[in-house]
T-cell receptor, first 118, second 110 residues
Framework: NAGVMQNPRHLVRRRGQEARLRCSPM?????VYWYRQLPEEGLKFMVY????????ESGMPKERFSAEFPKEGPSILRIQQVVRGDSAAYFCASSPPVGGEITNYGYTFGSGTRLTVV | GEDVEQSLFLSVREGDSSVINCTYT??????LYWYKQEPGAGLQLLTY?????DMKQDQRLTVLLNKKDKHLSLRIADTQTGDSAIYFCAVGKTGNQFYFGTGTSLTVIP
């Protein structure tokens, strides 16, 4: 039973290129969350998705960043025209659907993608 | 959203107890979690508490919740060098959306 799989683990991009980060949630999990961790800073929420729906994108920068979670396949976080300030660790987490009862699942995190913009 | 705050750094001597604190702003938060992040790794769920509880103990870990003050703490007894990591608290009202603190970097001095 694989956990949350993120790839690639490390990604190097030149300024102006595009970065695509992939996340496959745990089996049975239908909710995906993306977080960004900047050096010396905490974990910042970016976006919350369910299959084919963006539920909350309040943490996403307005430009260059987009996310999707298609009916089939992994969730993708896309950063266009990357800049040095985009260098960070990007974590994906997933959770099962909550059917109105309290669950202790919390999130299950992937190991992250470390993006370096040169 | 919700504001979740933690102090950034904590140093303790091996064998002592560590207490990591967290404050939050939304009094209706129901789910409260502690995560551990080791260098270069993702976040691992350590323990959790629900708002209808005041305390939870799990081996060396004790979680205390003061709902009136909106204060959560994690106590690690007999702290070991392997406990050195960043500890995040996370709170939420539903089972799906959580807000994380900035993380507390715990350094254990041998």
């Amino acid at each position: 039973n694989a956990g949350v799989m993120q790839n690639p683990r490390h990604l190097v991009r030149r300024r102006g290129q595009e970065a695509r980060l992939r996340c496959s949630p745990m089996k049975g999990h239908s909710h995906v969350y993306w977080y960004r961790q900047l050096p010396e800073e905490g974990l910042k929420f970016m976006v919350y998705l369910q299959k084919e729906n963006i539920i909350d994108e309040s943490g996403m920068p307005k430009e260059r960043f987009s996310a999707e979670f298609p009916k089939e396949g992994p969730s993708i976080l896309r950063i266009q025209q990357v800049v040095r300030g985009d260098s960070a660790a990007y974590f994906c987490a997933s959770s099962p659907p909550v059917g109105g009862e309290i669950t202790n699942y919390g999130y299950t995190f992937g190991s992250g993608t470390r993006l370096t913009v040169v | 959203g919700e504001d979740v705050e933690q102090s950034l750094f904590l140093s303790v001597r091996e064998g002592d107890s560590s207490v990591i604190n967290c404050t939050y702003t939304d009094s209706s938060s129901t789910y409260l979690y502690w995560y551990k992040q080791e260098p270069g790794a993702g976040l691992q769920l350590l323990t959790y508490i629900f708002s209808n509880m005041d305390m939870k103990q799990d081996q060396r870990l004790t979680v205390l919740l003061n709902k009136k003050d909106k204060h959560l703490s994690l106590r690690i007894a007999d702290t070991q060098t392997g406990d050195s990591a960043i500890y995040f608290c996370a709170v939420g009202k539903t089972g799906n959306q959580f807000y994380f603190g900035t993380g507390t970097s715990l350094t254990v001095i041998p």
